[in-house]
């Protein structure tokens, strides 16, 4: 039980336990991350999407004639209905933005499940429409928006490979492929952030699960929560030479802008997810990329770190998930209008894990509020006001 009184207000609920979860932990003074009971240094660059996902869906890795069943039912879902072509069509017409019209397509997912389908249905089925059918929509929508016809998904490609062959209609190379799923585990699950939280608040109702989600992309696509980790990169370019990054920083911090890619709510060391994805783009640019533009984001890295510590000693302003997910995202030759649907693509995971788990518990999330109005008011009619 939490000691905090019941009539206590407690701003953004900072530090209010509000859900017991066996899903992830996150301690930002170790800076850790633990995701189903291994350190996200352990899971994110060795197991592909489907494995993480199903290890966050039942508590346990799947033996291989689970995981063959676990991405066939994801196959078989991951075409999009009609009505859902029709709406990205639609929105495409409109130039409409792709979080947007992530949240409007979102709300379609269970409809038109395949007669070929495993028999899973209800909130089971459509967490697994959801998963399947979040990369068909961005990727879908990308093209429609750069008037080029979709790419169906391939059935030979498993769940990272399919988005990058829908978005370009190329199958991607293995380390593509590898640096994407590395990617998408890393962000799977953090704990009970802002959409999770959305997504727990709506299932506690008993809603749905597609009710859920798309509640949570609203939340998600705040820049407060999802931002846009574009600008980390876009830093990076506008120093563009190694030699230019002390200045140009110099004068950035003492102007008193905030630089992207740098502090975090939670974590007060370095993000655990920044060494992962550093280690991810690495291997990415050092094989499949400009190893140049990593070198210099590595200068970028440390001489900011640097005149953080000179500027603001004791702050502990380390880099965040932000900075390596721009640079592999950028690697991977995705525009920066993507970056955060693509986060999405991870975490619609997390989301669903979250609400089976809080359907399980089955107890109403209903927070208390104080009342700041007036009491004392009294009725005036309309024609003495």
């Given at each position: 039980?939490?000691?905090?009184?019941?009539?206590?207000?407690?701003?953004?609920?900072?530090?209010?336990?509000?859900?017991?979860?066996?899903?992830?932990?996150?301690?930002?003074?170790?800076?850790?991350?633990?995701?189903?009971?291994?350190?996200?240094?352990?899971?994110?660059?060795?197991?592909?999407?489907?494995?993480?996902?199903?290890?966050?869906?039942?508590?346990?890795?799947?033996?291989?004639?689970?995981?063959?069943?676990?991405?066939?039912?994801?196959?078989?879902?991951?075409?999009?209905?009609?009505?859902?072509?029709?709406?990205?069509?639609?929105?495409?017409?409109?130039?409409?933005?792709?979080?947007?019209?992530?949240?409007?397509?979102?709300?379609?997912?269970?409809?038109?499940?395949?007669?070929?389908?495993?028999?899973?249905?209800?909130?089971?089925?459509?967490?697994?429409?959801?998963?399947?059918?979040?990369?068909?929509?961005?990727?879908?929508y990308w093209r429609l928006l750069k008037e080029k016809e979709p790419v169906a998904p391939d059935p030979e490609l498993g769940h990272a490979a399919n988005y990058l062959y829908m978005l370009t209609g190329k199958p991607p190379s293995a380390g593509y492929v590898r640096a994407l799923e590395t990617y998408l585990n890393t962000v799977v699950d953090h704990g009970l952030n802002a959409s999770t939280f959305v997504a727990r608040a709506i299932v506690s109702t008993r809603s749905d699960v597609v009710s859920a989600v798309v509640g949570a992309i609203g939340s998600l696509k705040g820049p407060l929560h999802g931002g846009a980790p574009g600008p980390a990169l876009d830093m990076v370019f506008e120093i563009g030479e190694a030699n230019r990054a002390k200045p140009y920083l110099r004068?950035?911090?003492?102007?008193?802008?905030?630089?992207?890619?740098?502090?975090?709510?939670?974590?007060?060391?370095?993000?655990?997810?920044?060494?992962?994805?550093?280690?991810?783009?690495?291997?990415?640019?050092?094989?499949?990329?400009?190893?140049?533009?990593?070198?210099?984001?590595?200068?970028?890295?440390?001489?900011?770190?640097?005149?953080?510590?000179?500027?603001?000693?004791?702050?502990?302003?380390?880099?965040?998930?932000?900075?390596?997910?721009?640079?592999?995202?950028?690697?991977?030759?995705?525009?920066?209008?993507?970056?955060?649907?693509?986060?999405?693509?991870?975490?619609?995971?997390?989301?669903?894990?979250?609400?089976?788990?809080?359907?399980?518990?089955?107890?109403?999330?209903?927070?208390?509020?104080?009342?700041?109005?007036?009491?004392?008011?009294?009725?005036?009619?309309?024609?003495?006001?």
């Amino acid at each position: 039980m939490s000691n905090i009184s019941q009539n206590t207000l407690v701003p953004g609920l900072e530090g209010v336990v509000a859900a017991e979860t066996s899903l992830s932990s996150v301690d930002g003074k170790a800076g850790e991350l633990i995701i189903a009971g291994f350190p996200v240094e352990e899971l994110a660059s060795r197991a592909n999407f489907e494995e993480t996902v199903y290890l966050l869906w039942h508590n346990a890795l799947p033996d291989a004639e689970q995981l063959t069943t676990f991405k066939e039912a994801l196959s078989v879902r991951r075409p999009l209905p009609r009505a859902t072509l029709d709406l990205l069509r639609a929105a495409a017409s409109e130039q409409a933005l792709t979080m947007d019209t992530l949240r409007m397509a979102a709300g379609t997912t269970s409809l038109g499940t395949p007669d070929n389908a495993p028999s899973e249905a209800g909130f089971y089925g459509d967490a697994l429409a959801l998963v399947a059918r979040f990369p068909a929509i961005v990727a879908t929508y990308w093209r429609l928006l750069k008037e080029k016809e979709p790419v169906a998904p391939d059935p030979e490609l498993g769940h990272a490979a399919n988005y990058l062959y829908m978005l370009t209609g190329k199958p991607p190379s293995a380390g593509y492929v590898r640096a994407l799923e590395t990617y998408l585990n890393t962000v799977v699950d953090h704990g009970l952030n802002a959409s999770t939280f959305v997504a727990r608040a709506i299932v506690s109702t008993r809603s749905d699960v597609v009710s859920a989600v798309v509640g949570a992309i609203g939340s998600l696509k705040g820049p407060l929560h999802g931002g846009a980790p574009g600008p980390a990169l876009d830093m990076v370019f506008e120093i563009g030479e190694a030699n230019r990054a002390k200045p140009y920083l110099r004068e950035k911090i003492e102007h008193g802008e905030r630089l992207m890619g740098f502090g975090h709510r939670v974590y007060k060391v370095r993000d655990p997810r920044a060494d992962v994805l550093a280690g991810a783009a690495k291997r990415l640019y050092t094989n499949d990329g400009d190893e140049a533009l990593y070198e210099l984001a590595l200068e970028v890295e440390k001489t900011t770190l640097r005149l953080l510590a000179e500027y603001k000693p004791g702050r502990n302003l380390s880099t965040n998930v932000e900075f390596y997910t721009a640079l592999l995202l950028h690697g991977l030759q995705l525009p920066t209008d993507l970056f955060t649907a693509t986060f999405a693509v991870g975490r619609v995971a997390g989301w669903t894990a979250h609400c089976f788990e809080q359907r399980v518990q089955d107890r109403l999330i209903r927070p208390q509020s104080r009342y700041t109005g007036p009491k004392d008011r009294s009725w005036i009619p309309l024609e003495k006001r």
